[in-house]
């Protein structure tokens, strides 16, 4: 499953490489028939492939969203646990970086837990990691290094949301038929599909918590938006009914 510009090239390209990965190759063995369906722009063809892959789950794409497994960091005291329920850290996708961040903020103070998952650069832990091997602890010194990668991916994913939360923009892209347009619209941290695009967000939380079932489709319209092809014009919204 995937998407394309050129579906012939992509369809040979299946078939003519010697190469492909092992699951790649059992989902060919398995093809009794190829479906395609033709949208007007490459951001809506995202986000169609996304939508399929969730419903349909085929097990030859290596990163299959599954906002069912998505988790939240909650703090507990000098405590971080896991949860489905929904806060403004996450919703994290890779559940084993979640937790081995939560074990590196084990026992930080919640000051220091929020500098650190708001991107601030984990420096006491790294000064624990020098005094680890000064001590010969070569194995725990290794340890805590791995679990401060993981905090610091997870920051960094944190850091993404946060930009999706704040973001109010539009998107407008070719429709299917000739001469039309379609606004892919975020606003309170939902992507919508409108007629028009609007010259004013309406009025409600500016930084809304990012829930589960919406953080792929998020992510696809922010990753257009930084770099959107020709055929789309970014519209960013303003609260006074202007655009920029």
Same mark, same amino acid.
């Given at each position: ?23 790649? #190759?059992?989902?060919? $063995?398995?093809?009794?028939?190829? +479906?395609?369906?033709? /949208? ?33 960091l909650h703090q507990r005291g000098e405590r971080i646990v896991l949860s489905r329920a929904p806060s403004r850290y996450g ?29 601030? %650069? &984990?420096? %006491? ?14 194995? $725990? ?35 299917? #038929? ?12 939902? /992507?919508?599909?409108? $007629?028009?695009? &609007?010259? +004013? ?11 589960? $079932?919406?953080?792929?489709? /998020? /992510?696809?319209?922010a990753s257009f938006l930084d770099a959107p092809p020709p055929e789309l014009k970014a519209i960013r919204l303003e609260s ?5």
């Amino acid at each position: 499953m995937g998407k394309a510009r050129d579906l012939r090239a992509r369809l040979r390209s299946y078939f003519h490489s010697q190469r492909q990965r092992p699951a790649v #190759e059992s989902a060919l $063995d398995q093809v009794e028939r190829i +479906e395609w369906r033709v /949208l007007g722009s490459e951001l809506a063809a995202s986000l169609e492939e996304i939508a399929l892959i969730r419903r349909l789950r085929p097990p030859a794409n290596r990163r299959t969203p599954m906002p069912e497994r998505y988790v939240y960091l909650h703090q507990r005291g000098e405590r971080i646990v896991l949860s489905r329920a929904p806060s403004r850290y996450g919703p994290l996708r890779r559940r084993a970086d979640a937790q081995r961040a939560a074990r590196a903020l084990r026992g930080c103070a919640p000051e220091e837990v929020q500098a650190l998952l708001g991107g601030a %650069r &984990p420096e %006491r832990l790294r000064r624990e990691v020098v005094e680890l091997v000064e001590c010969r602890r070569e194995l $725990d010194a290794r340890r805590l290094s791995g679990l401060i990668a993981s905090l610091e991916r997870v920051a960094g994913e944190i850091e993404r949301i946060e930009r999706i939360r704040r973001l109010s923009a539009c998107l407008l892209a070719p429709g299917l #038929e000739p001469g039309t347009r379609e606004a892919y619209v975020v606003h309170e941290a939902k /992507l919508t599909l409108r $007629d028009t695009p &609007p010259f +004013e967000p309406p009025p409600g939380d500016p930084a809304p918590i990012v829930e589960a $079932d919406e953080l792929d489709g /998020l /992510l696809v319209f922010a990753s257009f938006l930084d770099a959107p092809p020709p055929e789309l014009k970014a519209i960013r919204l303003e609260s006074r009914g202007r655009v920029a």
